[in-house]
């Protein structure tokens, strides 16, 4: 069990990932009990690469036999908001393509699925411009959430003002900021679905806004929603890149690569502080959790990083 000491508010964050026991048993108690503690717990759950799963796969499907598909998890994630009070809900792109609802619908669906289960933010990945920008404009009528990316530059396209780089959400006083980054295009869109989109260097944005989010928006932890991939050829940018050069991003979630992580995992960042990194496959066979406490106390704060992580759930 590892322990940090900081003095101040913006540095105590307490992270527990996992449902074990950790330390005194913190993640067991009840709201009331934390509140009780000086103790602010924030939810977070996430996907990527859902790639139109609309229903789960089938029985006799050699992989993923009646796994995936956006019933089962949208009763988990009714579940577990009747159980915890802060619960943020994030994608990190490629929500578009894969199954006939997308050939037919063209996204439609899958945005008021994701609205109707009330995620609050989703990146942009390679294959949500399958159909264009055009497309994606069309479909954003039907997303009450916030579409965020911080390298693409949208400002001679039908996209320009309508993606945000990030967006700040509070929870109990919390000021969460969420930051997304996306992968070049070029090479995996053809360019007249793309348009006029500038890619700019995702390591040097996401560095950019989490300084932003940081010490402007006063964010007390950040979230970079990633489309690089957990590993990339040629020593592109991906997360694990990403992890070791960031300054003030607390987790990267990530998706491209449809890596199922088991358990996060940790990289030091340029100030040898850790950053968490994860992601959960495709296709919406696991959902992604991390639960994080907040000590609320001024002074002699000490945070617990459990060594037990969580296993994302199997849907």
Not at 75 to 100: M, Y
Not at 291 to 304: C, K, R
Request: proline fraction near 3%; charge should be neutral; include cysteine.
């Amino acid at each position: 069990m590892a322990e940090f000491n900081y003095q101040n508010r913006r540095d105590f964050l307490k992270f527990v990932f996992g449902t074990a026991c950790f330390s005194a048993g913190l993640p067991m108690l009840s709201q009331n009990e934390l509140v009780k503690k000086g103790i602010t717990k924030i939810t977070i759950l996430y996907t990527n690469d859902v790639h139109s799963r609309i229903e789960a796969f089938p029985l006799n499907d050699p992989k993923y036999p009646g796994l995936g598909g956006f019933s089962a998890r949208a009763k988990l994630i009714s579940q577990i908001r009747s159980e915890e009070k802060n619960v943020l809900l994030l994608d990190a792109g490629d929500v578009f393509q894969g199954t006939p609802y997308f050939n037919f619908y063209s996204g439609e669906l899958e945005f008021k699925l994701m609205s109707s289960m009330g995620y609050d933010c989703m990146t942009l990945g390679n294959h949500d411009f399958d159909l264009g920008i055009d497309n994606i404009v069309q479909q954003m009528q039907y997303a009450n959430f916030n579409i965020i990316n911080c390298n693409y530059n949208f400002e001679n396209t039908n996209l320009n003002n309508k993606i945000k780089p990030y967006r700040v959400i509070i929870k109990d006083g919390i000021r969460i900021g969420i930051l997304g980054v996306g992968i070049e295009l070029a090479g995996l869109v053809p360019s007249n679905l793309y348009q006029e989109i500038i890619h700019q260097h995702p390591i040097e944005k996401a560095n950019e806004f989490a300084r932003v989010l940081k010490h402007e928006e006063k964010c007390d932890f950040i979230i970079c929603l990633s489309h690089l991939g957990y590993t990339s050829e040629n020593k592109k940018p991906n997360d694990q890149l990403l992890a070791k050069e960031t300054e003030n991003i607390d987790v990267i979630i990530g998706g491209h690569t449809h890596t199922f992580l088991d358990q996060p995992v940790f990289f030091q960042n340029k100030k040898n502080k850790k950053v968490m990194v994860t992601q959960v496959g495709w296709a919406g066979v696991w959902l992604g959790r991390i639960d994080v406490l907040i000590d609320n106390n001024n002074f002699g704060i000490t945070t617990h990083a459990s060594k037990s992580l969580i296993k994302n759930i199997r849907l």
